[in-house]
């Protein structure tokens, strides 16, 4: 059995099923948290130097507001929980972030997955995803996607969630290849 979904697999579906006798293909829940939770991602990459961007986590709508204050601009306002693609918002002004705090905490826009959130140093480049298959110990690499992000021309709207791929991408060159492996891949099986 195959299981792709987020939510069952955050929620440990594949546990259950194993527990049940049956040969499941998927993460077990202390792993599905990798995605489940970006705030547990982000201190799991921080706590083992993993290469990640700056950010800080709040649990309050407050807390966020004050920090945002004196915050660098443009900056990244993530739901902690999954939110279907869609939970993440780049805000470039300090009112697009207020703004943001207030459609992630506290109008719910995407549920409870918005009761924590992460503020995320604002990175400018290409973004390349690698999946790959991990049994533990050993990994085995995909090949590279890179995603359509954003919506509209000049990638002036929101994140889509799903507008597409297209594979390989031309930006994961062996250089970038080597250093993942390295410092990216085998750190975060390791951690």
């Known amino acids: 059995m195959v299981v792709g979904p987020d939510d069952p697999?955050?929620?440990?579906?594949?546990?259950?099923?194993?527990?049940?006798?049956?040969?499941?293909?998927?993460?077990?829940?202390?792993?599905?948290?990798?995605?489940?939770?970006?705030?547990?991602?982000?201190?799991?990459?921080?706590?083992?130097?993993?290469?990640?961007?700056?950010?800080?986590?709040?649990?309050?709508?407050?807390?966020?507001?004050?920090?945002?204050?004196?915050?660098?601009?443009?900056?990244?306002?993530?739901?902690?929980?999954?939110?279907?693609?869609?939970?993440?918002?780049?805000?470039?002004?300090?009112?697009?972030?207020?703004?943001?705090?207030?459609?992630?905490?506290?109008?719910k826009q995407f549920g409870a997955a918005g009761d924590r959130i992460v503020a995320e140093e604002f990175m400018t480049g290409r973004e390349v995803s690698v999946l790959s298959f991990v049994d533990g110990d050993t990994i085995r690499i995909m090949t590279s996607a890179q995603d359509h992000k954003r919506a509209r021309d000049g990638d002036e709207g929101l994140n889509t969630g799903g507008m597409g791929t297209f594979s390989p991408s031309p930006f994961y060159t062996e250089e970038v290849d080597a250093f993942c492996r390295r410092h990216i891949y085998q750190a975060t099986v390791d951690a």
Do not use: H
Not at 26 to 40: D, Q, T, V, Y
Not at 78 to 106: F, H, P, Q, Y
């Open 9 to 107: 697999l955050a929620g440990g579906i594949v546990d259950v099923l194993e527990a049940r006798g049956l040969k499941v293909f998927g993460p077990r829940k202390n792993a599905a948290i990798l995605e489940g939770s970006k705030a547990f991602s982000k201190d799991l990459m921080k706590k083992y130097n993993i290469p990640t961007a700056g950010y800080e986590t709040f649990d309050s709508p407050e807390a966020a507001l004050q920090y945002l204050e004196t915050a660098p601009v443009p900056i990244v306002l993530k739901a902690d929980g999954l939110a279907l693609g869609k939970g993440v918002l780049i805000c470039n002004t300090r009112e697009e972030a207020r703004e943001g705090v207030k459609t992630l905490m506290l109008d």
